[in-house]
């Protein structure tokens, strides 16, 4: 049995985007540059020609791995989460109960998460930690640099 890989739809549109990039345009520029590279003559000892096969297995493994990311993925609605509690593509507004600091979050799936843009994999620490959990709850996470103490302010 294939093991499904939980995303939401923008997720997999994103995945889709950048697996389309890299056939079209990133592979057609490696193996360009690997022709050139190819044409300046000795290969033994030629270091953009080895530099451009190994930037063409990069993106090879790359596309190989996207694609099996694409093909397993199922899409999850927020809808079908329980209403009021935080699960796979809930946004959740946070405040840090010892700074007063707000955060927010969407929970994505493990492929498509980005911590700069506020979208944390559900299987990451703080993801595993708000499955759940309601407005009003406080929650500690165990993070790498200690544990942090969350009250849930906001769920969507």
Known sequence: MVERIPVTAEGLKKLQAKLKNLQEETRSN????????REQGDLSENAEFDA?????????REITELKDRVNRAEIISPVKIKSGEVGFGSKVKLKDIKTGEIDE???VGEGESSPRE????ITTPIGQALIGHCVGDKVD?????????????QIN
Do not use: N
């Open 30 to 37: 490696v193996e360009r540059r690997l022709g050139e590279a």
């Open 52 to 60: 451009a096969r190994e930037e063409l297995w990069r993106v090879d």
């Open 105 to 107: 979050y969407t929970l």
């Open 118 to 121: 506020g979208l944390i994999a």
């Open 141 to 153: 996470i165990k993070v790498p640099a200690g544990i942090i103490h969350y009250e849930i302010m």
